[in-house]
Structures are given as C-alpha cells and as structure tokens.
C-alpha cells in the first residue's frame, strides 16, 4: 500500500504539470485550417462536485427517473450496453456532460467519424420516452445518459460497479462535429497525447488508466488499429505477434468488429490490465499506458501484481471502487446547470426550440 500511495502523490503532481500542456489534434478530421480557429477545450476546468449536482437529484422531482434508466438498460443487448459506457464518454469529452452527443443533423457531433460506431441511442430514447410520460419536462437528457452509463456498468461487472450519480445536469444547444476533433483522443495516440487530453478535462493519469478499464467489453472495428497490424513497427509496443496475426486475418474479410478483450469479451473486469501487459490490446492509447513508470505502476496494480501476495484479491475489488469514482470524476466535466446554457429537452435528439 506504500508503493499505492507513492503512486497517488506522484499521479497528482504529474498531473498539475500536464494541465499546461497545450492540447493535440484528435482524430476523425484532418487538421483544421490555422485561418480559422476553433476553440479549444478549457485547461484544467473546475473538479468536483459540479455545482448544482447532488446524487438523489430526482427523489422529489421525479422519484422513478433512476428506475425507468435502470429498466430500460437492463433490456438491452451487452453489445448496447457497452456502447452506453463509451457515449458517457464521448458526451463528457465534447461540450461537457450535456447530451451534446445525441442531437442529430447535419454537422452535430453524432456525424463525426469517432461517433459513427456509438450505439445505445435507442436506449436512452425508450427511457426519455417514458419518463417524459411520467413527469414531462424534468429529467435531462444528459442525466439519463450518465444513469445508464453507470446501470450498464453495473450489468457488465454482475454488480460489482456500483456508485451515486450526482445529478441535476441540462442539456446543451450546442453540437458540432469539429469538436470531437479537439477532444477524444485517438486510438493511435501516444501516452503523451492521451494524457494531455485527459488533464484538459481535469482527469490525471489514473483516471485515465481506471477509465481505460472500460476497453475489456464492447468491440471494435478493423480500421480502428490497422496501424498496429504487420507490418507495423516492431516496438515495445507492439501488439502480441499472435494476436496480430489472428486479427489480420479476421480483418482480411473486410470490415468487420471484433471484441475488444479477447478473453472475457462482455465482462467489465480487470482482465484488461492483464491483456495490457501482455499486449493483448488492440490501440496504441492501451499499449502505450506501460511506457511511464507511473502507468504502468498503475496497470500492475489492477491487473493484480502488486503488492504480489495480496494484489490478486485487491485489485478487482479496488478497480471497480476507483471505476465509479472515475465515472462520477468525468460527469462533472462541463456540466450546465440551467438556462440560457442549458435545458431540458423533451426529445433527446433534438433542442426544444431548432
Ligand atoms: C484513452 C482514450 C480512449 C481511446 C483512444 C478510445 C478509443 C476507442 C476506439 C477507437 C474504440 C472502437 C471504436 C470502433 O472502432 O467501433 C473504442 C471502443 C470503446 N471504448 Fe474507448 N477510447 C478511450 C477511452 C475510453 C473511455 C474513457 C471509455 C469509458 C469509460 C471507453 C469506452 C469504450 C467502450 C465501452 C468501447 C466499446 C463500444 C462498443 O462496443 O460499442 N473508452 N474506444
């Protein structure tokens, strides 16, 4: 536990550092023109607790808000559930936890190359559905979004992630594909990228490394890690020769998904550090969290390594705690907490008022 928390002063120290790191280009877009500039995410926002969030948001406004997300998530697929995890994500990182991430057309951040492959909209359609039957216009879009990122967590993990969500968020006007350019980080990236986009968001490494976690359900496509197919540079890196050469193959047939954790595909564990540090993973933002001392520490840890004789029934134990605490870190990004910023809308695919 010494060397835990040696980790823990080290990750926060680095942590204030990288906040001045400026941020890189993501991926889904080719770079943008320098003659016209668009914003950048804010460095460091403020952390938690987001004002104007409290876990039992809903208790005397809607008291069945929690219950409707939690059915309407039990329902789905493991496949839709997983997608779920990922649009939390993907909401949180462009324009903040405001559902920015479920407007559709033309433009909007749900056209943009990373987003094509989000899956779980129906989800979360069939949950606003009936919450707008039962109490009209008072529980957000971007709340139900972050209920059904933690109730699909719970499901993929048997339970074993469980956490409040602190709630009270609107929605956003505001969706432009550009935005995820800027802001989710891309497959290929390096740890410095990765983290540098990650500590704009006031996350630290091992949020990142604890979040990263989420990389053992759901799949991919192909033409997500074609870069770490041969014949791709021989690094440390690298991904495991046989996996790569399984995944060539597969991939071979064109465009197609495959899981992501290869040995418990639709389980929310900490098999992924095991694959991490066997190479076992398909995108460099997983392979390169070995390549710092503090990661990989990290990593070690969760996968079960450290401290050796107790590290095997710690670390699940351990990840699944710090996982929610994560989730519940990356929902106070950019959260709007009322007019003119924010709304509720009464369809999540669209502002009140286009
Ligand atoms: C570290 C930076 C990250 C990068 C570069 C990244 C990148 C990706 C990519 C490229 C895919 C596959 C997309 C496709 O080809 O269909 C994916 C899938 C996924 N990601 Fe991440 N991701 C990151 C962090 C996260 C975080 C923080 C979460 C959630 C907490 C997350 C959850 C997921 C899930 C659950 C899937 C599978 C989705 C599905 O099956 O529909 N990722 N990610």
Redesign the pocket.
């Known amino acids: 536990m010494a060397k835990l928390a040696v980790l823990a002063v080290l990750a926060s120290l680095l942590s204030s550092v990288s906040c001045e790191f400026s941020i890189y280009a993501g991926?889904g877009y080719p770079p943008p023109n320098p003659s016209q500039p668009y914003p950048l995410p804010p460095a460091c926002p403020p952390l938690s607790p987001a004002p104007g969030l409290k876990v039992g948001y809903y208790a005397d406004k809607c008291p069945c808000a929690e219950d409707v997300v939690r059915d309407a998530v039990r329902n789905a697929t493991a496949?839709?559930k997983?997608?779920?995890?990922?649009l939390?994500?993907?909401d949180c990182?462009v324009q903040g936890c405001d559902a920015s991430v479920l407007l559709s057309g033309p433009q909007t951040e749900r056209t943009a190359f990373?987003n094509?492959?989000?899956?779980?909209f129906e989800v979360i359609d069939a949950a606003k559905a009936a919450l707008e039957k039962a109490c009209p216009g008072v529980v957000s879009c971007a709340d139900i979004v972050a209920f059904a990122?933690r109730d699909a967590?719970y499901s993929l993990s048997d339970g074993k992630i469980n956490y409040g969500v602190p709630a009270g968020r609107y929605d956003g006007n505001v969706s432009r594909d550009i935005d995820t350019f800027f802001n989710?980080?891309?497959?290929?990236?390096d740890l410095n990228l990765?983290t540098a986009?990650?500590a704009a968001k006031g996350l630290n490494e091992n949020d990142?490394v604890v979040?990263?976690?989420?990389?053992s359900?759901?799949?991919?496509?192909?033409?997500?890690?074609t870069d770490r197919l041969p014949p791709a540079a021989n690094s440390s890196t690298a991904m495991e020769p046989i996996l790569a050469a399984d995944l060539t193959n597969t991939c071979s047939a064109g465009s197609v998904?495959v899981p992501?954790d290869f040995k418990t595909a639709d389980t929310?564990d900490i098999q992924y550090y095991k694959n991490v540090l066997s190479r076992d993973v398909?995108?460099?933002?997983?392979a390169s969290l070995t390549t710092s001392l503090l990661t990989n520490g990290w990593v070690d840890f969760y996968a079960g390594n450290r401290p050796s004789f107790l590290g095997k029934y710690l670390a699940p134990f351990v990840w699944h705690n710090d996982?929610g605490e994560?989730?519940v870190k990356?929902g106070n990004i950019g959260v709007k907490t009322g007019p003119p910023q924010g709304e509720i809308r009464s369809k999540c695919w669209s502002v009140n008022n286009p």
């Open positions: 991926y496949g839709e997983a997608g779920l995890v990922r939390f994500f993907h990182f990373p094509l492959s989000l899956r779980g990122g967590s989710l980080p891309p497959p290929f990236g990765t986009m990650f990142m979040l990263s976690g989420a990389h359900i759901g799949r991919s496509s192909c033409n997500s890690f998904n992501q929310l398909l995108f460099n933002s997983d996982f994560a989730m990356m």
